[in-house]
Nanobody, 115 residues
C-alpha cells in the first residue's frame, strides 16, 4: 500500500504565499507522474499542476506564473509553491500519484485565501 500525506495548507491573505508538500510512504515503487488537484465547495476537482518522472511539468492556465510544482524523487516528496495567492485559489488541495500498479490520493489540505 502507498500512503500520501499533504501538509502546508493554511489561511493566508491575498498576495501571500504557501508551500504545500506531499510525502509518500509505504511500498513506493516509483511514480511516473505526480499531480496537484484542488476542489472548491460546489466545484468539481480540477487539475492544478503535474510533474512527470522525467521532470516535465504542466499547469492550469489559472495558476501559470504563480505556482511551481517540484519533486524530490529520492525523498518521494512533491511540493507546490504557491505565490501571489488569490481568493479564488481557496480550495482543498489534493496530492495524486500514479505508478504501474494504480493511482493514489492524499487526504487533502485546506488552503484559504482571504481578500
Amino acid at each position: 500500500q502507498v500512503q500520501l500525506v499533504e501538509a502546508g495548507g493554511g489561511v493566508v491573505q491575498a498576495g501571500g504565499s504557501l508551500r504545500l508538500s506531499c510525502s509518500a510512504s509505504g511500498s513506493v515503487f516509483g511514480f511516473y507522474a505526480m499531480d496537484w488537484y484542488r476542489q472548491a465547495p460546489g466545484n468539481q476537482r480540477e487539475l492544478v499542476a503535474s510533474a512527470t518522472s522525467g521532470s516535465s511539468t504542466n499547469y492550469a492556465d489559472s495558476v501559470k506564473g504563480r505556482f511551481t510544482i517540484s519533486r524530490d524523487n529520492a525523498e518521494n516528496t512533491m511540493y507546490l509553491q504557491m505565490n501571489n495567492l488569490k481568493p479564488e485559489d481557496t480550495a482543498v488541495y489534493y496530492c495524486n500519484a500514479r505508478d504501474i500498479r494504480g493511482t493514489y490520493w492524499g487526504q487533502g489540505t485546506q488552503v484559504t485565501v482571504s481578500s
